[in-house]
C-alpha cells in the first residue's frame, strides 16, 4: 500500500548538519547532511538513551531513502526557522543559576540543544548568536530546498545493502495537486513545500528610534496586558471586530500592537517567501510567541523540568499583526495550519475564515484529538473511560473537529507518543482511537453529504520533528506496521458500525484503510493545491 505524510521534516537535520552554512544539500547518502542519509545511532548510545528518556529522538525518520523502501510517496514538508528560544535554559531556576556560577550556561545550552535536536554544535551556535536571522534563515531553507539538483542521491555513495535500491530514486516538489496524477515512478518521493511558525517572517531590523526587532525580543517592547487574555465568545460579536476591508484598505488601523514599520516590514518579507516559493500550508503559531498568535504548551517534559520557558504570549490571541498575515495567506490561497495555535486564536480564525474565505478548508497538519467538547468542558462521551487522549488545547477539542469538517478540511493524525495520549507500551491502540473517535463525531455533523465519515483524517507523523513516536513505528521503515494494525481494527470495527453511520459510511475495510492512509490526502491536494 501507498502512504502519504500530511506533516513531517525531512530536511531539518540534513539542513542543520551542514559543515558550511552556505552550502546546499550533500548528495552522498553516508553524509548526515544528505537528506538520503539514514542516521541511525546505536541503541545504547548516551546520547541516545538520554534523548529518548527526554521525550525525544536522536536519529532520522522521513529520510528519503526510508521513505522509498517503506511506499511512502507524498510528503507534506515543514520547513522550520528554529526559533532561538528553544535553545536557551530559562534565567528563573536552580539549574540557570548554578550554570551561571560555573560560567557553563553556554555550553549547557549547546549541548542540550545536541541531544535534544541533533543539529551539528556549530549551528546551534549559530541560531544562539544575536546575527542568527528568522527571516534569512527560512529564505536559505527554501534555497537549499528548491536548489539541489539533481534530486536524487549521488550512485557513487550508493553503497551496502541500505543505499543499493534507491540509486534512481528522485524527489520532485509539486506545483499544484495535479501533477500527483501524471506522476507514476515507483522511486519518486513527491514533496509539498510548507512552513511551520509564523517566527519565519521576522527579520533583524532596526527602527527609526534605534530600537531592534528581530522576533524574539517581544517581552522587551510588549506590555503583557495587551496580549489578549479575554475569553474570545464572551467578546460581543467578535467575528466582525477585525474585517477584510480593514485589513486591506486600512492597515493603519490594525496597528496597535506593534509599530507601523514593524507592520509593514514583516508583511514585505512574508510577500518575499510567498513570491520565492509554492507554498501548500502555514502554521501561524509554534513553540513561543512570535507576535501574531497565541501558541499552546507543546515542549513538555522541557517546561516541566525548568529547561523551557513557553509562559509569555502562552494561550494569547491573534493579533492585529497576525490577521494581516493570515489575510495574505488566505489571499494567496495558502492553507493556515491550525495546529500549535491557542485556542482563542483558533476561535478568531474560524469565524473570520467563514466571512471572508470560506472556499478555504480548515487543516490540521500533525493532530491528535482532546476527547474534550471544548475549553472548559470536562464532558466526556465515549465507551472508554477514562478518557485515553492528551487533554490540552494543543489537541483538537470537538469543537475544533466540527468546523474542520463543516469546511471539509482534513486532520492528519501525529505518531508522537505524548500528544498522542500513549500511557502503556500499546500504543498503535490509542493511535487507533482516533481516527474512531473522529469518524463518530462527522456522523453527528452537518457534512457534505457526498463524503464518508472517513474522509477527514490521514496521517501526519511530524517525524523529524524532534518529537518521540509510538513504539511500533519509529520511522517510515515501520509504517507498514500500521497497515496491518489499522487494517485489522478497521474490519473490526466495520462487522458492527455505529448506527449513527450512513450507508456511504459503510464502505468495504480496505478501503477505509486506503483513505487514511493515502487518498484522503492525495484527493485533498488536488482539490486544494492550486
Request: hydrophobic residues 35%; glycine residues 4%.
Amino acid at each position: 500500500m501507498l502512504f502519504a505524510d500530511l506533516h513531517a521534516h525531512p530536511f531539518l537535520r540534513p539542513f542543520q548538519n551542514r559543515a558550511n552554512t552556505n552550502d546546499l544539500m550533500s548528495r552522498n547518502p553516508n553524509n548526515t547532511s544528505c537528506v538520503w542519509n539514514m542516521y541511525n545511532l546505536p541503541k545504547h548510545n548516551l546520547r541516545n538513551i538520554i534523548g529518548e528518556n527526554a521525550g525525544f529522538t536522536t536519529y532520522s525518520e522521513a529520510d528519503f531513502t526510508r521513505a522509498i523502501s517503506s511506499s511512502v510517496r507524498l510528503i507534506n514538508v515543514a520547513l522550520y526557522p528554529i526559533e532561538k528560544a528553544f535553545f536557551e535554559i530559562p534565567n528563573t531556576n536552580t539549574l540557570d543559576r548554578l550554570l551561571s556560577i560555573f560560567k557553563l550556561k553556554y555550553t549547557a545550552e549547546v549541548e542540550l540543544g545536541y541531544i535534544v535536536s541533533s543539529f551539528s554544535k556549530n549551528n546551534i551556535r549559530k541560531i544562539k548568536s544575536d546575527d542568527y536571522d528568522y527571516f534569512e534563515d527560512v529564505k536559505e531553507q527554501i534555497r537549499y530546498t528548491k536548489d539541489t539538483v539533481p534530486y536524487s542521491p549521488d550512485p557513487a555513495g550508493c553503497v551496502g545493502t541500505v543505499y543499493s535500491n534507491i540509486k534512481d530514486a528522485t524527489y520532485t516538489l509539486l506545483k499544484n495537486g495535479s501533477d500527483i496524477i501524471s506522476m507514476d515512478s515507483d522511486l519518486n518521493v513527491r514533496l509539498l513545500i510548507s512552513i511551520e511558525g509564523g517566527n519565519c517572517v521576522w527579520s533583524n531590523f532596526a527602527l527609526a528610534n534605534g530600537d531592534r526587532w528581530n522576533g524574539w525580543n517581544f517581552n522587551n517592547y510588549t506590555d503583557n496586558n495587551k496580549l489578549r487574555t479575554y475569553k474570545v465568545l464572551d467578546v460581543p460579536d467578535f467575528r466582525n471586530a477585525i474585517t477584510k476591508d480593514i485589513i486591506e484598505n486600512n492597515p493603519g488601523k490594525m496597528n496597535s500592537l506593534w509599530p507601523a514599520e514593524v507592520c509593514n516590514k514583516v508583511m514585505d518579507n512574508l510577500r518575499n517567501i510567498l513570491g520565492s516559493v509554492k507554498l501548500f500550508s502555514f502554521t501561524m503559531a509554534h513553540h513561543f510567541y512570535n507576535g501574531l498568535a497565541g501558541h499552546c504548551n507543546s515542549l513538555q517534559p522541557l517546561t516541566q523540568l525548568g529547561l523551557s520557558d513557553q509562559s509569555f504570549g502562552i494561550d494569547s490571541e491573534l493579533t492585529h499583526l497576525g490577521y494581516m498575515v493570515m489575510n495574505e495567506l488566505l489571499k494567496n490561497n495558502v492553507i493556515p495550519d491550525m495546529k500549535h495555535m491557542s485556542w482563542k486564536s483558533r476561535q478568531s480564525y474560524y469565524r473570520y475564515r467563514a466571512n471572508y474565505y470560506p472556499q478555504i478548508p480548515i487543516l490540521w497538519s500533525h493532530a491528535s484529538v482532546s476527547g474534550r467538547k471544548a475549553v472548559g468542558e470536562d464532558q466526556y462521551v465515549n465507551t472508554w473511560n477514562p478518557n485515553p487522549f492528551y487533554q490540552q488545547t494543543i489537541n483538537l477539542y470537538d469543537d475544533d473537529i466540527f468546523e474542520t469538517v463543516r469546511s471539509s478540511g482534513l486532520i492528519g493524525i501525529e505518531l508522537d507518543q505524548r500528544v498522542n495520549g500513549v500511557k502503556d507500551s500499546n500504543s498503535v491502540d490509542t493511535l487507533w482511537k482516533q481516527f474512531q473517535y473522529i469518524a463518530e463525531l462527522v456522523a453527528i455533523t452537518n457534512r457534505n453529504p457526498d463524503k464518508t465519515v472517513w474522509d477527514y483524517m490521514c496521517l501526519g507523523s511530524d517525524f523529524d520533528g524532534v518529537i518521540n513516536p509510538i513504539e511500533q513505528c519509529k520511522t517510515y521503515d515501520d509504517i507498514f506496521k500500521l497497515e496491518d494494525f489499522l487494517g485489522a481494527k478497521i474490519k473490526e470495527y466495520m462487522t458492527h458500525p455505529p448506527v449513527s453511520f450512513k450507508a456511504q459510511d459503510k464502505i468495504d475495510p480496505d478501503e477505509i484503510l486506503a483513505k487514511i492512509c493515502y487518498k484522503n490526502m492525495v484527493e485533498f491536494v488536488e482539490r486544494n493545491f492550486k
